[in-house]
């Protein structure tokens, strides 16, 4: 069982950035953590992966360039660095781990999942 906790979301304006944090216990072994979003009335999507040594990083084309997720393996800790934020960002962002697969951009292809950190960027 892995236990996932999101922290560091929050209000911000357009062009601000913000970090989040993904804290993870109990089996902390992972093949890779992933980052999704969730906007109201949306599916959940990919945002960002990481391998287990973090030397491999996966991003979604729409946030490409602007966030970068990074990993501290001595902390148990997944991060993921959003700058130059918009308004089409404003989602519950998800925390995802993988025992399975590495790099997946699939909901499926995640294991266990944080309970979601709420990001809202004002214009």
């Known amino acids: 069982q892995v236990l996932l906790v999101e922290s560091g979301g929050g209000l911000v304006q357009a062009g601000d950035s913000l970090r989040l944090s993904c804290a993870a216990s109990?089996?902390?072994?992972?093949?890779?953590m992933g980052w999704f979003r969730q906007a109201p009335g949306k599916e959940r999507d990919f945002v960002a992966a990481?391998?287990?040594?973090?030397?491999?990083?996966y991003y979604a084309d729409s946030v490409k360039g602007r966030f970068t997720i990074s990993r501290d393996n001595a902390k148990n800790t997944v991060y993921l660095q959003m700058n130059s934020l918009k308004p089409e960002d404003t989602a519950v962002y998800y925390c995802?781990?993988?025992?399975?697969?590495?790099?997946?951009?699939?909901?499926?292809?995640?294991?266990?999942w944080g309970q979601g950190t709420q990001v809202t960027v004002s214009s």
């Open positions: 990481i391998s287990s040594s973090g030397g491999n990083t």
């Open positions: 995802a781990a993988s025992i399975r697969m590495i790099g997946s951009t699939t909901r499926g292809g995640y294991d266990y």
């Open positions: 109990g089996r902390t072994f992972s093949r890779s």
